[in-house]
């Protein structure tokens, strides 16, 4: 296989799992039933699940998502009458102590990666347009755990939902809401992310 084949594999492995969210190896149908074999026998996708889903009168659909290691955390899309906004955890848990928030009785057990905050989102983005005939139109990080104490997964996230070869979604429709972490908020300011 020549370097150039393997480049082109890799990008194509690289859209199946970025911008389509599959979850298993043979669903690439455009790589052969080899190739796809191979990857099954030394590769995992680690995607989420949607354990429970709650729907209320208004519309809003509150997620139990179960992750790879069988940890739960929450995420909820909320609809109104122009936008679906979706309300993303960073965090199995949290750290703080933050008397206005249900989380604060969980300890904190871990950070989510990457491909956990960014699942998330592609799993609302499908409840919107299955519910709501219409694309996701915001993300808040603001569900369980404090966003700023798990920087580099969540701007790592953030970067696969705006490039084009992942979400595409406008930066501007992206916000961050913390609790308040200066040194944080400071280095996040200081990198002039939009």
Same mark, same amino acid.
């Given at each position: *296989?020549?370097?150039?084949?393997?480049?082109?594999?890799?990008?194509?492995?690289?859209?199946?799992?970025?911008?389509?969210?599959?979850?298993?190896?043979?669903?690439?149908?455009?790589?052969?039933?080899?190739?796809?074999?191979?990857?099954?026998?030394?590769? %995992?996708?680690?995607?989420?699940?949607?354990?429970?889903?709650?729907?209320?009168?208004?519309?809003?659909?509150?997620?139990?998502? @179960?992750?790879?290691?069988?940890?739960?955390?929450?995420?909820?899309?909320?609809?109104? %009458?122009?936008?679906?906004?979706?309300?993303?955890?960073?965090?199995?848990?949290?750290?703080?102590?933050?008397?206005?928030?249900?989380?604060?009785?969980?300890? @904190?057990?871990?950070?989510?990666?990457?491909?956990? *905050?960014?699942?998330?989102?592609?799993?609302?983005?499908?409840?919107?347009?299955?519910?709501?005939?219409?694309?996701?139109?915001? !993300?808040?990080?603001?569900?369980?755990?404090?966003?700023?104490?798990?920087?580099?997964?969540?701007?790592?996230?953030?970067?696969?939902?705006?490039?084009?070869?992942?979400?595409?979604? %406008?930066?501007?429709? *992206?916000?961050?809401?913390?609790?308040? !972490?200066?040194?944080? !908020?400071?280095?996040?300011?200081?990198?002039?992310?939009?």
């Amino acid at each position: *296989i020549s370097k150039r084949d393997k480049a082109f594999r890799g990008n194509q492995v690289y859209e199946w799992l970025w911008q389509k969210g599959v979850h298993h190896f043979d669903d690439m149908t455009n790589l052969s039933k080899k190739t796809r074999q191979m990857m099954e026998e030394n590769f %995992s996708i680690n995607h989420i699940k949607v354990d429970s889903m709650q729907r209320s009168l208004d519309g809003t659909i509150k997620n139990g998502i @179960r992750l790879h290691d069988e940890m739960i955390v929450e995420s909820v899309l909320i609809p109104t %009458s122009k936008r679906t906004t979706a309300c993303v955890s960073s965090q199995v848990g949290c750290s703080l102590d933050c008397k206005f928030c249900a989380t604060a009785s969980i300890k @904190r057990m871990r950070n989510l990666n990457v491909d956990e *905050i960014y699942d998330q989102v592609v799993a609302m983005d499908k409840q919107s347009r299955y519910y709501f005939d219409r694309p996701l139109s915001n !993300i808040v990080f603001m569900g369980m755990g404090e966003p700023l104490m798990n920087y580099k997964h969540l701007m790592g996230s953030i970067a696969k939902i705006t490039q084009p070869d992942g979400l595409g979604m %406008s930066p501007s429709r *992206i916000t961050i809401s913390t609790s308040g !972490i200066p040194k944080m !908020i400071k280095k996040l300011a200081d990198e002039n992310i939009k």
